[in-house]
C-alpha cells in the first residue's frame, strides 16, 4: 500500500499565545505554536487523545475575549504537542481568525521582502 503525502491547504503562522481547550476525559491550557484558517497546534503538559473533539479559547495576541473553537478535532498527537482541525468557528470568531491570519500574512510578506532585499543580490525579471 502506498502511503499518501500530507500536505496542508492553508498556511501555518508560528505563533505563541495562550489557549484553553477542553474534551470530554481532558481540560487544560496551553500555548498556541501555530495556527491556519482551518487549524492550529498546542504545547501542553496534559494528556489529550487523538480522534477527540476538544473546544478551544484562544488568545490571539493577548485580546480578550477568547477568539473560541465551538468544536475542534484533535488529528495528531507527539508528545506533548496537538494538532486541531477546526470544524465550527462562530462567524464573529471567524472573523477575528481572519484579522489576525491577513495581519500574519502581511508581516511575513513583509519579512520575507526584507530578507530578499537585504540578500544584495540583484533581482533579474524577464
Partial sequence: MV????????????????VIFGGAPFVGEGVLTNLSLKGCSVTCNREVLCGS???VSMFLN????????ELGII???KGNQFGVEFVRVP????????RRLRIELIEWLGQRHRKSASSGSPRQDH
Fill in 91 to 98: 462567524v464573529e470568531a471567524q472573523q477575528r481568525l481572519n
Fill in 3 to 18: 502511503s499518501r503525502r500530507y500536505v496542508r491547504t492553508y498556511y501555518r503562522f508560528p505563533l505563541n499565545y495562550p
Fill in 62 to 69: 493577548h485580546e480578550l475575549p477568547a477568539l473560541p473553537v
Fill in 75 to 77: 488529528k495528531w498527537v
Fill in 53 to 55: 473533539d476538544v473546544r
